[in-house]
């Protein structure tokens, strides 16, 4: 399942960094995270990264867009098959 921004964003600019599907980017008001792009990092880390660097605890899972493990490592295989 993707992650998604909560307006309890305070715009600290941790998380993009992080990501390393480059899948949070600065929207208008908080920071946003492409579903698309979100594997809650599968495939590159343990834990997803924004959530464990956000202060504010305002990267919970999206209900939006149910995936199961397995469907984000395929996810994150297709992603990174042109790197």
């Given at each position: 399942?993707?992650?998604?921004?909560?307006?309890?964003?305070?715009?600290?600019?941790?998380?993009?960094?992080?990501?390393?599907?480059?899948?949070?980017?600065?929207?208008?008001?908080?920071?946003?995270?492409?579903?698309?792009?979100?594997?809650?990092?599968?495939?590159?880390?343990?834990?997803?990264?924004?959530?464990?660097?956000c202060p504010?605890?305002?990267?919970?899972?999206?209900?939006?867009?149910?995936?199961?493990?397995?469907?984000?490592?395929?996810?994150?295989?297709?992603?990174?098959?042109?790197?």
């Amino acid at each position: 399942m993707a992650l998604k921004i909560t307006e309890e964003c305070i715009n600290c600019d941790v998380c993009e960094p992080v990501c390393p599907n480059e899948a949070i980017y600065a929207g208008d008001d908080i920071y946003v995270i492409n579903p698309a792009l979100c594997t809650e990092c599968v495939g590159h880390y343990d834990t997803p990264q924004c959530v464990d660097i956000c202060p504010v605890d305002c990267i919970p899972k999206d209900p939006k867009f149910p995936e199961t493990e397995d469907e984000l490592l395929a996810k994150y295989q297709k992603l990174t098959s042109d790197l």
